[in-house]
Structures are given as C-alpha cells and as structure tokens.
C-alpha cells in the first residue's frame, strides 16, 4: 500500500472509519505514518492527534477500541477507508458515531419499509391504512396474502410482461415483509440466517 503522507505538509492523511458490518460511518481521524504501522501492528485503531500532538488509540481511556478490520486506500493513495469492529460507542461524547447517529444496520429503501410498516401496526387505532388493517386480520389472512402474491409472481414469470413481473414482485416482498413483523421478526433475522448458509 502506496500512501502519499507527504502531499500535506502535517504528514497526515485523513483516516474514514467504517462500521465493517453494518457499513455506517463512525468517524473521522488522521494518521500519520506511524499511526497506520502501529493500528496494522496491534489491531487497533490508531491515529496521531492534532490536539494532544502524539500517536492516539481510540479507546486507550474509554476501553471503546476499534478492532481492525481492513484498510483501504482511495485512488489518489492520500485518503484511507478503515473498516473495524468497534467496541462499544466511537464518539468520544457517547453516541454510536460522531454524527450523533445510531450504528444500526440499514438496507436502504427496504429498512424505511420495513419502519413504514411497523409505525402502521403500531398506530393502527389512529389511522386507516391497508397494513393495519391487514395485520389486525390475523396471521393465517396475512400468510394467505403472501401465498396469493407468490402464485402471480410465478404467473407472471412464465409470461413475457416485465412490467407486470415486476408488480406482483414488489407485492410479494412488501406483503412478506409484513408477514414477517406478524410472526415477531424482521428482515434482519432473515439476513442473519443467509449469511450462517453464506460460511
């Protein structure tokens, strides 16, 4: 790994660090040559800091270390992507990250969904909506529905309308996804299980 820790005068290159799991940012430091040798040598995320003007592991007073995952280097080789495991929160003020955000694993548009959905069978008394009426129906209605969305999705396959393919597709996954909060769980419990078939 070729990195140009002299293109700044400081000798410091900036340090991005990523949640390796749930691929959240957590924060920002910098290293200098030293720092990167010695987070490679101990595992542990090391920077120099600008304010103390020494080599710095996050977590040395807190116990809240970051255990090294990888390390990638961008294509101008002066800005470092490090993807750890943290222990614990990575702000020094006590949030997940230094955004003041959770560090909880995300799947885009699907986890807004999936949130949508929770926030209408929680509030089902307070608004009419096709999810809380569907859920208060039971869970034989709700597994019947997912049966019925699965039989058109494979109507569909067999047929040449992509369009119509893609429909029924988006039905089934947003009828299952509720299927899934009526038996307790959510997408996160089905991703765990694909990644133990995954090993």
């Known amino acids: 790994m070729n990195i140009d820790f002299n ?3 400081d000798g410091l290159v900036p340090a991005i660090i990523q ?11 910098y290293m200098n040559a030293e720092a990167f040798e010695k987070t490679k040598a101990s595992g542990l995320v090391t920077f120099f800091s600008r304010t103390k003007n020494r080599l710095w592991t996050k977590g040395e ?3 809240n270390v970051l ?12 800005t470092l992507l490090v993807l750890v495991n943290p222990n614990g929160p990575t702000c ?23 949130n949508t959905i929770t926030s209408r069978i929680k509030n089902a008394d307070s608004q009419k909506s096709y999810v809380a009426s569907l859920f208060a129906k039971g869970i034989n209605k709700v597994a019947q529905k997912v049966g019925e969305e ?3 999705v494979v109507i569909e396959a067999k047929d040449n309308n992509d ?14 996804l509720i299927l899934l909060q009526a038996k307790g769980f959510k997408l996160n419990d089905v991703i765990k299980v694909l990644k133990e078939r995954h090993k």
């Open 92 to 114: 020094h003020k006590g949030s997940d990250t230094c955004w003041n955000e959770e560090n909880k694993q995300s799947y885009g548009f699907l986890t807004t969904l999936e």
């Open 163 to 176: 369009e119509l393919f893609l429909e029924e597709s988006a039905d089934l996954l947003f009828h299952y």
């Open 19 to 29: 949640d390796a799991k749930t691929k959240n940012v957590l924060m920002l430091g």
């Open 61 to 63: 007073e807190s116990g």
């Open 7 to 9: 293109k700044n005068p």
């Open 67 to 78: 255990n090294l995952v990888d390390i990638k280097l961008d294509c101008d080789n002066d």
């Open 150 to 152: 699965a039989v058109e």
